[in-house]
T-cell receptor, first 113, second 115 residues
Framework: DAGVIQSPRHEVTEMGQEVTLRCKPISGHNSLFWYRQTMMRGLELLIY????????DSGMPEDRFSAKMPNASFSTLKIQPSEPRDSAVYFC???????????FGQGTRLTVV | GENVEQHPSTLSVQEGDSAVIKCTYSDSASNYFPWYKQELGKGPQLIIDIRSNVGEKKDQRIAVTLNKTAKHFSLHITETQPEDSAVYFC??????????????FGKGTHLIIQP
């Protein structure tokens, strides 16, 4: 398996623009997680899905952030409008239903200028 | 919610020596404690994990110990090698058989192996 695939790897956008990050989990995994990593706050859980259903979105910082999982093989994290403080590395991870080991993607480095 | 504290933030050891990283957690319901290694430009990768019904687990040069009473767990790396240089994260979650749960991470330890 190719592992968790995220796109794009790098994104530079202007403040106020909409940004969409994409994730393809490992085939057969039932849980999907979105994390954000910054120097100041470390790795933070934003939201996670079990069987395509959002379970806990308490880590989503503001209404500007939204996430969807329309099917078992695809998820998006959208920021609209983006702000400079959203600059971070965003990771997607997936795990099997009964195994809590999470496999991380390579991340998307987002820069909002 | 869960809070995980990790120390030290930076650790420098001579090649061949041992390294120890310590974490504490706050939620007594947490029962799954993984350790991740992150290399520059990559996502975190699991290196070892332990569940609450076990006090110690070892995998070659890496071992993890858990003290549920004190709510702390530690990572031990013996005979360190240059390729061990990376950032290490501890984490905790209330992992359940009915579905995976999100991880709460410590702030990370930058491990530097001096040749």
């Amino acid at each position: 398996d190719a592992g968790v695939i995220q796109s794009p790897r790098h994104e530079v956008t202007e403040m106020g623009q909409e940004v969409t990050l994409r994730c393809k989990p490992i085939s057969g995994h039932n849980s999907l997680f979105w994390y954000r990593q910054t120097m100041m706050r470390g790795l933070e859980l934003l939201i996670y899905f079990n069987n395509n259903v959002p379970i806990d979105d308490s880590g989503m910082p503001e209404d500007r952030f939204s996430a969807k999982m329309p099917n078992a093989s695809f998820s998006t994290l959208k920021i609209q409008p983006s702000e400079p403080r959203d600059s971070a590395v965003y990771f997607c991870a997936s795990s099997t239903h009964l195994n809590t080991e999470a496999f991380f993607g390579q991340g998307t480095r987002l820069t909002v200028v | 919610g869960e809070n995980v504290e990790q120390h030290p933030s930076t650790l420098s050891v001579q090649e061949g020596d041992s390294a120890v990283i310590k974490c504490t957690y706050s939620d007594s319901a947490s029962n799954y404690f993984p350790w991740y290694k992150q290399e520059l430009g990559k996502g975190p990768q699991l290196i070892i994990d332990i569940r609450s019904n076990v006090g110690e687990k070892k995998d070659q040069r890496i071992a993890v110990t858990l003290n549920k009473t004190a709510k702390h767990f530690s990572l031990h790396i013996t005979e360190t090698q240059p390729e061990d240089s990376a950032v290490y994260f501890c984490a905790a979650s209330i992992g359940s058989g009915g579905g995976a749960d999100g991880l709460t991470f410590g702030k990370g330890t930058h491990l530097i192996i001096q040749p």
